[in-house]
T-cell receptor, first 115, second 115 residues
Framework: AQSVAQPEDQVNVAEGNPLTVKCTYS??????LFWYVQYPNRGLQFLLK??????LVKGSYGFEAEFNKSQTSFHLKKPSALVSDSALYFC?????????????FGDGTTLTVKP | KAGVTQTPRYLIKTRGQQVTLSCSPI?????VSWYQQTPGQGLQFLFE???????NKGNFPGRFSGRQFSNSRSEMNVSTLELGDSALYLC??????????????FGQGTRLTVV
């Protein structure tokens, strides 16, 4: 069975500092990994994904994530945080590449960026 | 290209009533998934439809049901509403080819309040 964990409920950073939101996963086969962001009372917005290839994936709004197979991690990063990055972030994984409905989402991490 | 559209955005219902929520996926997307989001439980998968067939199902009681039409629009129905059904209901669509399913594209959600 697949699973995903976001070990931190809350991450606080100062504006301009680098940020990291952690995600670890467990799958039997090859993982397909995703990050989404959610602003209050809105749906989730896709940020980036890892399917195959380069371990460093670049996405929207300056975010990137590093796939680490040995540590089964897919941490979300940004070199310089903005106040507007404050939101709820979800990591998701699936191992069935043809079936989006088999995605498992983490519990979410609330990122707060303070001016 | 229009995104995923969910209607209505807000609903207030009384315990014991039933409710139907609607989701129009992105044109060409045949996979539609439904999620329930609550502060305490996070993002919970309800079910997924693909080409009018329920392909995956989460762990929800039979009061929660859905269907998909030939134009890929989907509806979910909740009967005999309970206070605990108050939540943000999210719909997501994805494009599935023979080899791969894309990331999920989410709608804005329907905020259901049961009183």
């Amino acid at each position: 069975a697949q699973s995903v964990a976001q070990p931190e409920d809350q991450v606080n950073v100062a504006e301009g500092n680098p940020l990291t939101v952690k995600c670890t996963y467990s799958v039997s086969g090859n993982p397909y990994l995703f990050w989404y962001v959610q602003y209050p009372n809105r749906g989730l917005q896709f940020l980036l994904k890892y399917i195959t290839g380069d371990n460093l994936v670049k996405g929207s709004y300056g975010f990137e994530a590093e796939f680490n197979k040995s540590q089964t991690s897919f941490h979300l990063k940004k070199p310089s945080a903005l106040v507007s990055d404050s939101a709820l972030y979800f990591c998701a994984v699936r191992e069935d590449r043809t079936n989006a409905g088999k995605s498992t989402f983490g519990d979410g991490t609330t990122l707060t960026v303070k001016p | 290209k229009a995104g995923v559209t969910q209607t209505p955005r807000y609903l207030i219902k009384t315990r014991g009533q039933q409710v139907t929520l609607s989701c129009s996926p992105i044109s060409g997307h045949r996979s539609v998934s439904w999620y329930q989001q609550t502060p305490g439980q996070g993002l919970q998968f309800l079910f997924e439809y693909f080409s009018e067939t329920q392909r995956n199902k989460g762990n929800f009681p039979g009061r929660f049901s859905g269907r998909q039409f030939s134009n890929s629009r989907s509806e979910m129905n909740v009967s005999t509403l309970e206070l605990g059904d108050s939540a943000l209901y999210l719909c997501a669509s994805s494009l599935t080819t023979g080899r791969m399913s894309t990331e999920a594209f989410f709608g804005q959600g329907t905020r259901l309040t049961v009183v």
